[in-house]
């Protein structure tokens, strides 16, 4: 039987609120005023006669065609000889690897005309090739214009020359008077850029070099440097394993150095051996809403636990009391782990020391050791030591640090402690991408490039060398890191010759390693770490009690550690679980905040309001951070992301959140004081926005009842319908004539919701493939979101109108139970786009054919036709239709969040995809322009288009392969082989539309 599981969104949905059932009823929420419409209120008091608005009308008709026949005088500079690597019209394509500091990723960069427009995954076979959310936005940090435009030195402009002889002048001064001359940069994993400060170290005695990571990984790396030998965290090989412990690891979230999403989805696909997840953690993750067993765990408990665990399989560790419940499940869980002895993998997030080695000793005793942990092949991506930062704070307050130069790091917005500290300092020199809040107190700022215009060279992990190209001149005056220490230590080489020269040395081809972006390497490999050694260190370990209070875990989403903080495509991105925009905010349990009396609030619009809280962590203070209701998180403790908070970022990112780093905790938790505060947040939900009305728009299935029919048959029931030629199923009971899909392409799209784990990459890669606007967490709140893709995140419940039915449960009790396993639901994530029908509603509404059929199966839209009665979204059962209300690449209310309004920011706008005015529909395309580009090369090769030639933006950034883009006419494609599969089902197939979206029931490991 297929699952029963009653799906909501909210709160709201789930009581069945009068507000949700009118924004159920109705596609817009409420209609915007005519006088903001007009965006011009004089509009509204002009009296004007239908005589004159004819006339006006003649005019300016006639003054456009007069305007049309002029030729306006461009002086353009043609080419004599085009280079070859450029045809205009034909992008091109530069492997390169992405880091901001935070995240690291090998990259293809697609450029058109010279203009990097496109962030997509590496090379198969690279380490991290797959590209986050960060990734993907990556390329409009590039066109920002907020970075800093060339050096500064005293708050003056200055030069390069005058900024480096001050910065010489001062390193030369801490030498002769005795002080230290100090570099701080985050991890530093470039052979190069490491060989370029050994040479500084060479030339000053009282050289040091500090490495902060903004969240910090200091005690976990501690730890393993201590197995290991050197400073590096353990290659995770989720390919070799059965089971996956996670004790608050968010590893598909973006919470480690390293990318797991692509093997994670590998091993969950369907059947026998499926990889099986178990995650323990107190604020409801990314990773936690994919796991099939959640079990809630206050940060306090986690080392006791793994304590617990230890002891289960044999180890040695202290002993503390645990929950009832907690115990119970605790036990079960080292029954699974003995059973997948050799196959299982235990990861631990935060960055407790004794959390480190607990988990160590339990991958020792499960025999994670050279299978699912290779020790013998360490990450290096993070590479902080805290102790050494605390260290630097000290010498600079007691005044033994003359210069102090801080390159790719924000200090004084990562460490509270830090801007008092630097003060202290003789002489400070700021090399960053903009004038952020350590750069305003240097004496000297100069600007770095940006990764798209810098050459470098990285070694993430052992057996990997990999090279990055710019792929853009130098937009501002800036110099790379390398060519300054260089001209610090006398090497007069640019960054392109010393990068040139580390490669060259381990052997490789120059050429080749750049066109590839990278190569193996045999050199500087590891022994690895002795499991023996490793399950001792739990005896060393100090198990903490659980605390009795509130606990803080803090948690990272799409905007990370807050480098790019200033990238409106990241706020606009909703949180995968939360649903928000624009935000950071305290998540809380609802018994929780029952007790304190916080409150969420939906308003007669639709809109959510939440309560205030001041957040005290020891003696440090947040004030008004907004509280947001969260089923599944868990009962005494609250969650608050990193990365907002910025005052010297730029427009987008200034005053919007609360700094999480200011609390000073470094470890990932720390015990909380939270009581309530005045007012309340306007919050910027799609929550509940586009509302499905109850139907079954999820299908899922246990594994047992999986493999013991793989017919389907029992677990993917096909909707049937009484018709007078008898019972028909949605594609034999049509009420219109079919179209022809047999004689040319048919495009379908297959979404893999095992494979799924709701990102949300796929959504910016939309975003910037089909210049969708930004519209702003005001628009945001009046749900009038432009997402072409969206991903939908529904709670389960076991209580179903079914059962109540057969229990004889009154509809308000059947309610109240439906709220139960909502402490700790299930979680699912739907990508939903236009699901272009076969039979679309949208198009017999349109009354002047703006959307139409093709012959390949898609729903187009012809912009210049629309006229915006919007009849076709209100027709369209899956509510995914935008209307341009506003002009939002030239209305001055979207200046501050819409790149496309900015001389830079429109720079990244595709070439390809028209640029939509207001009053038009939009929606998705399924990436129209790379069809036809793909049709049309291949009429120029003289064959068919070949299956994987091409595929559309989401499916490209998708790193877990659950969308698979193709022709269904073609028999050997991988889209109709997954449309043939026992697990495919439309979305709302009982409507009838006949969609060319399908989607595979989801799989639970349960």
Request: glycine letters at 8%; aromatic letters at 8%; hydrophobic letters at 40%.
């Amino acid at each position: 039987m297929a699952s029963t599981k009653v799906y909501w969104k909210s709160f709201d949905q789930l009581a069945n609120t009068e507000v949700s059932q009118r924004l159920a009823a109705n596609e817009f929420a409420q209609d915007i005023p005519a006088d903001v419409f007009l965006a011009d209120e004089r509009s509204m008091e002009a009296q004007t006669s239908r005589r004159d608005f004819l006339k006006f009308l003649g005019f300016s008709t006639a003054a456009a065609t007069l305007a049309a026949c002029e030729q306006p005088i461009i002086e353009s500079v043609p080419y004599v000889v085009k280079p070859d690597s450029l045809t205009p019209g034909v992008p091109s394509f530069y492997a390169t690897a992405y880091t901001d500091g935070q995240d690291y990723a090998s990259v293809l960069v697609k450029t058109r005309e010279g203009r990097p427009i496109k962030i997509e995954p590496g090379d198969a076979g690279r380490f991290n090739r797959g590209t986050n959310a960060r990734a993907q936005a990556s390329v409009l940090s590039l066109y920002d214009s907020a970075r800093l435009r060339g050096p500064v030195l005293n708050g003056k402009e200055s030069d390069w020359s005058t900024v480096e002889a001050s910065l010489k002048k001062a390193a030369d001064a801490a030498l002769a008077q005795g002080t230290q001359f100090v570099l701080l940069t985050s991890s530093v994993f470039s052979p190069s850029l490491q060989a370029a400060i050994e040479r500084l170290r060479q030339a000053y005695a009282n050289f040091q070099h500090v490495e902060l990571d903004a969240v910090s990984q200091s005690n976990n790396l501690d730890v393993w440097e201590s197995l290991i030998g050197v400073r590096a965290l353990p290659y995770v090989d989720l390919t070799a394993a059965n089971l996956v412990v996670s004790f608050g690891s968010d590893f598909l979230g973006g919470g480690m150095a390293q990318q797991l999403s692509s093997d994670y989805a590998t091993r969950r696909k369907p059947g026998s051996g499926m990889l099986r997840h178990v995650e323990l953690e107190s604020n409801l993750s990314l990773t936690g809403s994919n796991a099939d067993k959640r079990v809630k765990i206050k940060p306090s408990e986690v080392s006791g636990a793994l304590a617990y665990l230890v002891n289960a399989l044999g180890g040695s560790a202290s002993k503390v009391a645990l929950r009832d419940d907690l115990t119970k499940a605790l036990k079960a869980l080292a029954a699974e782990l003995k059973a997948a002895s050799g196959k299982a993998v235990v990861l631990v997030g935060g960055d407790d020391a004794n959390q480190a080695k607990l988990s160590a000793a339990l991958n020792a005793l499960v025999g994670a050791f050279g299978a699912t942990l290779r020790t013998d092949k360490p990450v290096y991506i993070r590479r902080g030591n805290d102790a050494r930062v605390a260290n630097l704070i000290g010498d600079l307050k007691a005044k033994r640090v003359g210069a102090l130069l801080v390159a790719g790091t924000n200090p004084v917005y990562f460490r509270p402690d830090f801007a008092e500290a630097m003060k202290s300092a003789t002489f400070s020199w700021a090399l960053t991408d903009r004038m952020d809040e350590t750069a305003q107190l240097c004496t000297a700022a100069a600007p770095e490039p940006h990764y798209l215009e810098a050459w470098g060279d990285f070694r993430p992990v052992a057996g990997e060398y990999t090279v990055a190209q710019p792929t853009i001149k130098n937009l501002f005056n800036s110099k790379a890191l390398l060519e300054v220490l260089g001209a610090l230590s006398g090497d007069s080489r640019s960054a392109k010759d010393q990068v040139a020269a580390s490669a060259t040395a381990m052997g490789l081809n120059w050429n080749q390693t750049v066109h590839d972006g990278g190569a193996s390497v045999t050199s500087g490999s590891v022994a690895g770490a002795s499991a023996g050694t490793a399950a001792s260190l739990a005896s060393s370990a100090k198990v903490a009690k659980p605390a009795s209070g509130m606990e803080l875990a803090f948690y990272e989403n799409a905007v990370g550690a807050g480098f790019q903080a200033n990238n409106p495509w990241l706020h606009e991105l909703p949180d995968p679980v939360t649903r928000l925009t624009w935000d950071n905010y305290l998540t809380m349990a609802a018994v929780d905040a029952l007790a304190l009396g916080f409150e969420n609030e939906t308003n007669s619009d639709g809109s959510l309001d939440g309560s205030y809280a001041t957040v005290k962590v020891g003696n440090r203070v947040l004030e008004n951070v907004p509280v947001f209701i969260q089923p599944g998180q868990t009962a005494g403790t609250v969650g608050l992301a990193y990365g907002y908070g910025r005052t010297a970022a730029g427009k987008v990112a200034d005053a919007m959140g609360v700094n999480a780093y200011a609390l000073g905790v470094t470890t990932g938790s720390a015990n909380v004081e939270i009581t309530k505060a005045e007012d309340m947040h306007e919050f910027a939900t799609v929550q509940l926005g586009n509302t499905m009305m109850g139907r079954r728009i999820v299908n899922e299935v246990n594994l047992a009842d999986f493999i013991a029919d793989p017919s389907g048959a029992s677990w993917n029931e096909k909707p049937t319908f009484h018709t007078i030629d008898g019972m028909m199923n949605s594609e034999e009971a049509n009420l219109w004539a079919d179209h022809d899909h047999e004689t040319m392409h048919m495009w379908n799209m297959s979404i893999d919701l095992n494979s799924c784990t709701g990102c949300g990459a796929c959504v910016v890669a939309c975003h910037i493939e089909n210049n969708v606007p930004v519209v702003g967490k005001q628009e945001i709140r009046n749900l009038r979101d432009m997402h072409w893709l969206r991903i939908d995140r529904y709670y389960s419940s076991d209580m179903s109108k079914e059962r109540a039915e057969d229990e004889n449960i009154g509809g308000i009790e059947m309610y109240a139970k439906m709220e139960e396993p909502s402490e700790s639901p299930s979680v699912v994530f739907q990508p939903v786009m236009c699901q272009h029908c076969n039979h679309a509603p949208c198009e017999t509404v349109c009354p002047v054919g703006a959307t139409v059929h093709s012959r390949e199966g898609l729903n187009h839209m012809a912009y210049n036709r629309c006229i915006g009665t919007r009849y076709c979204a209100n027709n369209c059962p899956y509510k995914v239709r935008r209307f341009n209300w506003f002009n939002y690449m030239a209305n001055e209310q979207f200046a501050d969040v819409n790149p496309a309004q900015d001389d830079y920011g429109r720079m990244v706008l595709n070439p390809d995809v028209t640029v939509r005015s207001r009053g038009v529909m939009e929606k998705c395309t399924m990436c129209i322009q790379r069809v036809q580009y793909a049709k049309l090369e291949a009429k120029k090769a003289g064959q068919p288009v070949a299956d994987g030639a091409f595929t559309t933006a989401c499916a490209e950034a998708c790193d877990s392969g659950a969308i698979t883009f193709g022709d269904v006419n073609n028999m050997k494609s991988a889209v109709r082989s997954a449309k043939a599969d026992a697990r495919a089902y439309h979305l709302l197939e009982e409507v009838g539309t006949q969609p060319s979206v399908f989607y595979m029931t989801k799989v639970r490991n349960a």
